[in-house]
């Protein structure tokens, strides 16, 4: 089992930056593939980015592409999401998630669940 914790959330004004982490338990996080999930008021889960178990391999949605990089310390159990030039549509609760298989980008196919960081920026 993972237990995963979010930080570094917070309001910010249109072209800042922000950099999330994701803190996880236990001696297993190497075996799980990662994501970064956002929802919206209203809005269903949004896959954002993934990142596969040695963090040499990630993909992410088109609208964040060049614009947010995730990476993972496996010595620090950890990953993260740093995002720059953010725009007000980015505005949202932003998740991590682990899966033991890389290559999701549904929810549902995610097994652990973080509680969740806001994310607020201003136009």
């Known amino acids: 089992q993972v237990q995963l914790v979010e930080s570094g959330g917070g309001l910010v004004q249109a072209g800042g930056s922000l950099r999330l982490s994701c803190a996880a338990s236990?001696?297993?996080?190497?075996?799980?593939?990662m994501g970064w999930f956002r929802q919206a008021p209203g809005a269903e889960r949004e896959f954002v980015a993934a990142i596969n178990l040695s963090g040499g391999s990630t993909y992410y949605v088109d609208s964040v592409k060049g614009r947010f990089t995730i990476s993972r310390d496996n010595a620090k159990n950890t990953v993260y999401l740093q995002m720059n030039s953010l725009k007000p549509e980015d505005t949202a609760v932003y998740y991590c998630?682990?899966?033991?298989?890389?290559?999701?980008?549904?929810?549902?196919?995610?097994?652990?669940w973080g509680q969740g960081t806001q994310v607020t920026v201003s136009s």
């Open positions: 236990g001696r297993t996080f190497s075996r799980y593939a």
């Open positions: 998630a682990a899966d033991p298989l890389y290559g999701h980008r549904r929810w549902y196919e995610y097994d652990y």
